[in-house]
Nanobody, 123 residues
């Protein structure tokens, strides 16, 4: 059974760094896109960053541009999110998502989701 498992969440001080990982297993189809989303309490889930592996293209949400970096390992089984210059407003549950289609990267454009990992940034 295909699944995505996130790890690496935790606590950090403002200005610090954290790195998240998302390991994929059981997939038989090629990846159109892989992404990180986040959701804070009382807020809608928002797109953080997306990677289109075949094109080598990445896009970022405005709030994280220049601070976060999305990447994958050479075996293409693990997706990473390097988070630098963290802010308290980055506190949220972070989710990994994957879909075999390319194109748009809204919530509805992904078929598979991990269960999330918590990130807390204190001021």
């Amino acid at each position: 059974q295909a699944q995505l498992v996130e790890s690496g969440g935790g606590s950090a001080q403002a200005g610090g760094s954290l790195s998240l990982s998302c390991t994929a297993s059981g997939y038989t189809y090629s990846r159109g896109k892989m992404a990180w989303f986040r959701q804070a309490p009382g807020r809608e889930r928002e797109g953080v960053a997306v990677l289109y592996p075949d094109q080598g293209v990445t896009y970022y949400g405005d709030s994280v541009l220049g601070r976060f970096t999305i990447s994958q390992d050479s075996a293409e089984n693990t997706l990473y999110l390097q988070m630098n210059s963290l802010k308290p407003e980055d506190s949220a549950t972070y989710y990994c998502a994957r879909d075999q289609r390319g194109g748009r990267w809204g919530q509805a454009d992904f078929s598979d989701w991990g269960h999330g990992t918590q990130v807390t940034v204190s001021s």
